[in-house]
């Protein structure tokens, strides 16, 4: 009868109204008064002090289920320190989520891998757990247009922000304008430190146009700035082999791959498109060569061992 005494010495006030009984499990009755009065309201008050809301709002039908069930006052906190703990780590992800700036709220759960044949499902898993961040690796996700790589980024960012880690998402063309904005302004100095200071850093759509000289050596310094102190997604529609079209210069481009080659989890997404089949549409019989162009696998194929001899490259090795 523990928590019967406890409902009755917190809960209680002068003029309470009238005791709603429960019973417990053994039958026996276990009254619990509702608050009310001045006490009731140094309590909310005391509560929102604490900022527990959850506590303030749900305490009284904690209560009430707990004195029906027949559970003592340990258990009646632990359930309320629950459901607090809940609502705040909710809130927490939902800020995460908002300050990340999705272009489109896309999860994993809503992929359809079969869509994507080449896609290495149990590579996506694996890194939808987050450890990698941890461990300050980075992912390139390249495959042609419409094959899910947006999707795919933003998935796994979600994933982050759902186990607590702060992303920043962009796509290139935005960060180096954003970049060159800010150096121009005299701010550069403090959106550096705000791309350094998230754990997940996404940049989408790297190779729709080549970046101007300026531009890409202010996207190599985001991404030497962030080795080996945080992550990274990267998604192109080109093959690593053809980034330096999009940087003008080989020797950056060993660069930036060099800073990018530390645990570097490389996905490559071929295949027809990822949004077509799921409006329904199919490519006309004369874009044939078209697609094969943009999605076929023999594109990419060159993907893994160009980074490896661009790693060696720029490690002063000859490629093997």
Same mark, same amino acid.
């Given at each position: 009868?523990?928590?019967?005494?406890?409902?009755?010495s917190l809960?209680?006030? %002068?003029?309470?109204?009238?005791?709603?009984?429960?019973?417990?499990?053994?039958?026996a009755?276990?009254?619990?008064?509702?608050?009310?009065?001045?006490?009731?309201?140094?309590?909310?008050?005391?509560?929102?002090?604490l900022?527990?809301?959850?506590?303030?709002?749900?305490?009284?039908?904690?209560?009430?289920?707990?004195?029906?069930?027949?559970?003592?006052?340990?258990?009646?906190?632990?359930?309320?320190?629950?459901?607090?703990?809940?609502?705040?780590?909710?809130?927490?992800?939902?800020?995460?989520v908002?300050?990340?700036?999705?272009?489109?709220?896309?999860?994993?759960?809503?992929?359809d891998?079969?869509?994507?044949?080449?896609?290495? %499902?149990?590579?996506?898993?694996?890194?939808?757990?987050?450890?990698?961040i941890?461990?300050?690796?980075?992912?390139?996700?390249?495959?042609?247009?419409?094959?899910?790589?947006?999707?795919l980024?933003?998935?796994?960012?979600?994933?982050?922000?759902? %186990?607590? @880690?702060?992303?920043e998402?962009?796509?290139?063309?935005?960060?180096?304008?954003?970049?060159?904005?800010?150096?121009?302004?005299?701010r550069?100095?403090?959106?550096?430190?705000? @791309?350094?200071?998230?754990?997940?850093?996404?940049?989408?759509?790297?190779?729709?146009?080549?970046?101007?000289?300026?531009g890409?050596e202010?996207?190599?310094?985001?991404?030497?700035?962030?080795?080996e102190?945080?992550?990274?997604?990267?998604?192109?529609?080109?093959?690593?082999?053809?980034?330096? @079209?999009?940087?003008?210069s080989?020797?950056?481009?060993s660069a @930036?791959?060099?800073?990018?080659?530390?645990?570097?989890?490389?996905?490559?997404?071929n295949?027809?498109?990822?949004?077509?089949?799921?409006?329904g549409?199919h490519?006309?019989e004369?874009?044939?060569?078209?697609?094969?162009?943009?999605?076929?696998?023999?594109?990419?194929s060159?993907?893994?061992?160009?980074?490896?001899?661009?790693?060696?490259?720029?490690?002063?090795?000859?490629?093997?």
């Amino acid at each position: 009868m523990a928590f019967a005494k406890l409902s009755s010495s917190l809960l209680a006030c %002068k003029e309470a109204p009238p005791a709603r009984q429960a019973r417990n499990p053994i039958g026996a009755e276990i009254a619990f008064v509702s608050p009310a009065g001045e006490e009731a309201r140094l309590l909310v008050e005391h509560l929102r002090a604490l900022r527990l809301p959850a506590f303030s709002r749900e305490y009284e039908a904690v209560a009430l289920q707990c004195a029906a069930e027949g559970l003592d006052h340990l258990r009646f906190l632990l359930r309320l320190a629950q459901r607090e703990v809940e609502e705040r780590q909710a809130r927490r992800v939902e800020r995460l989520v908002k300050q990340a700036r999705f272009p489109a709220p896309k999860s994993l759960e809503g992929f359809d891998f079969a869509a994507i044949p080449s896609l290495d %499902k149990q590579l996506v898993l694996q890194l939808a757990e987050c450890e990698w961040i941890a461990w300050r690796e980075n992912v390139i996700a390249v495959g042609g247009l419409g094959t899910g790589k947006t999707h795919l980024a933003i998935g796994l960012g979600l994933a982050a922000c759902r %186990k607590g @880690l702060s992303v920043e998402f962009f796509t290139a063309a935005a960060l180096v304008n954003e970049l060159v904005e800010a150096r121009a302004e005299r701010r550069i100095t403090r959106l550096q430190r705000r @791309l350094d200071a998230c754990r997940l850093l996404i940049i989408d759509e790297l190779g729709y146009a080549p970046l101007p000289p300026a531009g890409a050596e202010l996207f190599f310094e985001v991404v030497s700035r962030r080795c080996e102190r945080g992550s990274m997604i990267i998604t192109s529609d080109l093959p690593i082999a053809e980034w330096t @079209l999009v940087f003008g210069s080989e020797r950056l481009t060993s660069a @930036l791959l060099d800073r990018l080659s530390w645990r570097l989890h490389i996905i490559e997404m071929n295949g027809e498109s990822y949004r077509l089949e799921h409006r329904g549409r199919h490519a006309p019989e004369h874009a044939g060569d078209e697609a094969g162009e943009e999605g076929s696998p023999s594109r990419f194929s060159t993907v893994a061992p160009f980074a490896r001899g661009m790693m060696h490259l720029a490690a002063g090795q000859e490629a093997p």
